[in-house]
């Protein structure tokens, strides 16, 4: 209902790791809508860099996330980190996707730890047999590196995932230290 203070939410979690992402464990991923209302979370602070799944939402399963706006982030993490989703998982066998509208990432700085994986401006990785659509999103000017795998929309996708990235738009830097470097997908 209002503009969020990152770093306000992130200093009553914990000041020294940060921000601990909604569905932060796998066996219990985020499954259901969430609408930002257009409004912003500012200086959302994450250093969590033995965890996977480090974003605003760590693993999301059939989710829909909508106009969720993140800006002057600094969010750390090993495996799967990025300013919104972490990691994207299908659970029970069944082929589930994540649907992202209208969301935006800017002026952040969204770094895995060394030897890190599948870091991305909006998703950091999409695991076997499941999928994103992101439909009119932004990374803007955001600073991205991972050791393998990084891309200014997604980080990485796996064997029968499925990625659709619709009317998106990407500025920011993305670095690679060993390989798969991408705009949109590493």
């Known amino acids: ?5 990152g770093y306000m939410l992130s200093e009553y979690v914990s000041p020294e790791y940060g921000w601990m992402p909604i569905g932060s464990q796998q066996e219990v991923p985020f499954h259901s809508v969430y609408d930002g209302g257009g409004y912003v979370i500012d ?4 250093n969590r860099k033995y ?5 605003l939402f760590g693993f999301t399963d059939g989710a829909h996330i909508r106009n969720v ?6 969010i750390r993490g ?8 972490g990691i994207v998982v299908s659970g029970a ?48 000017d955001n600073s991205i590196f991972a050791s393998h795998q990084a ?8 064997r029968g995932s499925m990625i659709a990235v619709t009317l998106c738009e990407n500025s920011s830097a993305v670095k690679s230290e060993y ?3 991408g705009g949109i997908v590493a």
Do not use: Q
Request: net charge negative; hydrophobic share 35%.
């Open 1 to 5: 209902t209002d503009d969020l203070d």
């Open 43 to 46: 200086n959302l602070y994450i």
């Open 51 to 55: 965890m996977y799944a480090s974003a």
């Open 69 to 74: 706006h993140i800006t002057n982030a600094e």
């Open 78 to 85: 090993d495996f799967g980190v990025s300013g919104l989703v």
């Open 93 to 140: 066998g069944r082929f589930t996707g994540t649907f992202i509208e209208r969301c935006t990432v800017s002026n952040s700085t969204i770094t895995g730890a060394p030897e890190s994986y599948g870091v991305g401006g909006l998703v950091g990785v999409i695991d076997m047999n499941t999928g994103i659509v992101a439909d009119h999103c932004k990374s803007l």
């Open 151 to 158: 891309g200014g929309m997604v980080g990485a996708g796996s």
């Open 179 to 181: 390989n798969s470097a």
